[in-house]
DNA sequence: CTGCAAATGAAATTAATTTTCAATAAGTGA
DNA sequence: TCACTTATTGAAAATTAATTTCATTTGCAG
């Protein structure tokens, strides 16, 4: 049981979750995974280790853990299906309100040089890169002082 | 008509894909959307100026555009289901193999001050962002290079 | 050790996505 | 304009993904 299994562990019992072998089982595997793992992958390494395990039990977990923020999503790999219109041409990042969705397009992007630098020091040869910001828009914002919050 | 509408469509037929009434809708639901949609949210609001169009061609026109770069995708909905351990405790940033699927956390993160510089030409007040790079990692370059790529 | 409530998983259900295949129609060339 | 070819469509079916139901199990506090 690692540092970082048990620090997991000790942070879901102070939010009054139970600690079962299913749950340890998860932990283990997306723990000891150096990648990303969808739902159905995860199953099927857990089953192999603790063939007793069911579907939901996987989904119920995943949904814990980030809800815990004790995972992070990634999104590189073409599986998302949430969508909108291509709006410039060139590279651009993305400004999306967590009030009303809106998508605001940013043009110009100033990663070039993080990159050279990150590639540098991982000796990763980077293709490309996704950013998006997440915030409140001036009309949602305005909204909320309206309503007096 | 709109002249990105008619770009769009001029790219499709260049690819040799056909324009149908279909296509048309779908692009035209898409282009006046200032936020972003999932497949089902697409179809819901196509059937409602083109009422005979089936949902499997909303999936395969959103394939399509996709596959051509006429659309992006966004993922801070919660949507999306890949995941991986959430090892830094504090804010990062992930760098993603392209051959592996191996993801490196990058812990330095220097964006506050283009969120700032964001938020005072938007308006918006941001809350929070994310950053991944894509790319091939020194194992996968050099299987390439010993494949004689 | 006991009791309670959270957690489990098989089965069923729902939701999302893809395939099949007959019919339709976009678009080209004459 | 017409005929033809082949891409595209959509209903139905199938597959895959995700969630719910509910009886049973079990983690853990006292």
Known sequence: MEVKDKHIVSMMRHQ?????????????????????LTPAALYQRVKQRYPRIGLVTVYRTLDLLAGLGLICRVHTDGGCRNYLLRRPEEHHHHLICSGCAKVVDLADCNMAAEAARISGKTGFEIERH????????????????????
């Open 16 to 36: 009054g979750h139970k600690i079962t072998p299913q749950r340890r089982a998860i932990l283990n595997v997306i723990a000891r995974s150096d990648g990303h």
């Open 130 to 149: 996704l950013v998006e910001f997440i915030g409140r828009c001036s009309h949602c914002r305005q909204m909320a002082l309206a309503k007096g919050f």
